[in-house]
């Protein structure tokens, strides 16, 4: 993820200059049995994520519970306390999305309270295939590396940085959920909003009643989430992100409950701004387009516009580069491109 700045308005104070000093915000009541529960992220650069609880008279109720360990377990329960319910007491937990800082502690809260997880039917099959043993295949990749047109005297770097652990495990649903379909939980309405992009099956949640969207890490206040990060084989991550950006047009005049940093209200200029932020890219690859035609990846790759310079990328660095390009470069060819940058 990368920052970038933003004329949201954040809800609470507190709750964005506690983020902006890299710390953790106790837990804060919101109203009508609606709490944030601020959770640590034990490695990386972010501080942690915004797991909320909805406590009601049919159990309570977690989105995104956060990375699993025994301190994150802990700040739940001493949230749930304070309002007089235990860790037993979860019904239900919903994840936005696969990634272990937001689905983590779902199989655990599971096997302790034996809630139901509910996830999107599409963020399903695209967790089967992120802990599938072939998708950490040494030679797979390179036969990717093949096809981005990598020089072969960087293959064995490239596939270093690529063989780490996937740091998800495979979790087994009790309800898949779709576009459209409606969670009733602690006196909420909850309707389910498909938003691929940051992961194939990513949702948000909807709140009409209250006029409240949890965005998990589609929509955030000031960071732009990273795009394709676990995807289906033939999906088209950039074309999708942007698509379900304009998917949340409705819901403009909400307040935002975002899975990182903090509230805020603003949505559509959010929304502009981050598909500004990736159609740049998507508009050098095109100018590209005209010289270079069908050539390889790594080719577009190296001429386009790097923040640490082309020549200085590596290991990990220079995967996510040529990835990115994949993606735009994907989008271009598939002529959706064109739609997107005639909107200026």
Excluded: K
């Excluded at 933003?6 to 049995?33: I, M, T, Y």
């Excluded at 601020?38 to 994520?49: D, K, Q, R, Y």
């Excluded at 977690?62 to 994150?72: F, M």
């Excluded at 007089?84 to 999305?97: E, F, P, S």
Aim: with cysteine; hydrophobic share 40%; aromatic share 6%.
């Amino acid at each position: 993820m990368s920052n970038g700045a933003e004329d949201v308005v954040p809800v609470d104070e507190d709750e964005r200059r506690a983020w902006e000093a890299g710390l953790l915000r106790e837990s804060a009541a919101l109203g009508d049995g609606l709490w944030s529960i601020p959770v640590a992220i034990p490695e990386g650069t972010l501080p942690g994520t915004l797991a909320y609880a909805i406590i009601g008279q049919d159990g309570t109720h977690l989105i995104d519970p956060g990375w699993d360990t025994p301190e994150n377990l802990e700040r739940i329960e001493r949230t749930l306390a304070s309002a007089g319910r235990g860790l037993r007491d979860i019904a239900t937990v919903v994840v936005t999305h696969h990634h272990p800082d937001h689905l983590g502690l779902a199989e655990r809260v599971r096997t302790l309270a034996g809630a139901r997880i509910v996830m999107s039917a599409a963020e399903r099959r695209v967790l089967a295939a992120a802990v599938d043993p072939a998708a950490r295949d040494p030679e797979s990749y390179r036969a990717t590396l093949v096809r981005w047109g990598v020089p072969e005297e960087r293959h064995d770097e490239l596939v270093a940085s690529f063989a780490r652990p996937s740091l998800t495990g495979d979790v087994e649903p009790d309800l898949l959920v779709g576009d459209g379909d409606v969670l009733e939980l602690g006196g909420r309405r909850l309707e389910v909003v498909e938003t691929p992009g940051h992961t194939g099956g990513h949702i948000c949640l909807a709140d009409r009643d209250a006029r409240l969207l949890f965005t998990g890490d589609h929509v955030l206040p000031r960071i732009y989430s990273g795009v394709g990060i676990g995807v289906l084989e033939g999906g088209e991550p950039m074309g999708d992100l942007l698509a379900s950006l304009d998917r949340l047009s409705e819901f403009d005049d909400f307040t935002v409950l975002p899975g990182h940093e903090f509230r805020f209200t603003g949505l559509a200029a959010r929304r502009a701004r981050i598909a500004a932020h990736h159609l740049r890219r998507t508009g050098e690859v095109a100018a590209l387009a005209a010289e270079l035609g069908d050539r390889s990846v790594w080719t577009y790759a190296s001429r386009l516009t790097w923040t640490s310079g082309w020549r200085r990328l590596d290991g990990f660095w220079l995967h996510s580069a040529l990835r990115q390009t994949e993606m735009h470069l994907g989008l271009v060819r598939s002529g959706r491109a064109a739609a997107w940058l005639s909107r200026g």
